[in-house]
T-cell receptor, first 113, second 111 residues
Framework: EAQVTQNPRYLITVTGKKLTVTCSQN?????MSWYRQDPGLGLRQIYY???????DKGDVPEGYKVSRKEKRNFPLILESPSPNQTSLYFC????????????FGPGTRLTVL | RKEVEQDPGPFNVPEGATVAFNCTYS??????FFWYRQDCRKEPKLLMS???SGNEDGRFTAQLNRASQYISLLIRDSKLSDSATYLC????????????FGKGTSLLVTP
């Protein structure tokens, strides 16, 4: 079954404690990205990757890091989380090409106290 | 600033009604257009792509007007299961065709 998985699905943490949200896809897609969704602000792109070892900033990259060492995985790293990073995070993947459907993971709800 | 604007609603309509959502985008270099559907606290899912010639999928019709930078979605014979948030999405070539989302229009179909 084609799928995008994220872990953890829910996380409550404290300010400054490094965390990683994993994203994995089994569809052999080149393009992967991370979004955050906040009430009143909609979905905003954090980082994206067009292929292995190729990453770039999206609209709201501050406070986040990513890596793409393997095609299937695209972890999101918060080195020093802050309360303003409390949000719903989605990982997404698609094949290359502008018209291709983007598939989203189930989301990770992060609360930073 | 890449802007995609939608009326947030909510649109409350009875079952069987026809409802239309509109979306405007500000960047004339926009390349591709989509409507996504998002159920409460779930991931967005592609509803349909939007083409200049217009396209229809069952009860759903999407249209694009590039000259006016305007996209629409028409839902006929609304079902209770259509209740969701509908996201207008535009891509631009200068960001790897990243999806740029409107904030969504909320639809509630009532019995």
């Amino acid at each position: 079954e084609a799928q995008v998985t994220q872990n953890p699905r829910y996380l409550i943490t404290v300010t400054g404690k490094k965390l990683t949200v994993t994203c994995s896809q089994n569809m052999n897609h080149e393009y992967m990205s991370w979004y955050r969704q906040d009430p009143g602000l909609g979905l905003r792109q954090i980082y994206y990757s067009m292929n292995v070892e190729v990453t770039d900033k999206g609209d709201v990259p501050e406070g986040y890091k990513v890596s793409r060492k393997e095609k299937r995985n695209f972890p999101l790293i918060l080195e020093s989380p802050s309360p303003n990073q409390t949000s719903l995070y989605f990982c997404a993947t698609r094949t290359s090409g502008r018209d291709n459907e983007q598939f989203f993971g189930p989301g990770t709800r992060l609360t930073v106290l | 600033r890449k802007e995609v604007e939608q009326d947030p609603g909510p649109f409350n309509v009875p079952e069987g009604a026809t409802v239309a959502f509109n979306c405007t985008y500000s960047n004339s270099a926009s390349q591709s257009f989509f409507w996504y559907r998002q159920d409460c606290r779930k991931e967005p899912k592609l509803l349909m792509s939007v083409y200049s010639s217009g396209n229809e999928d069952g009860r759903f019709t999407a249209q694009l007007n590039r000259a006016s930078q305007y996209i629409s979605l028409l839902i006929r014979d609304s079902k209770l299961s259509d209740s969701a948030t509908y996201l207008c999405v535009v891509t631009y070539s200068n960001s790897g065709y990243a999806l740029n989302f409107g904030k969504g229009t909320s639809l509630l179909v009532t019995p």
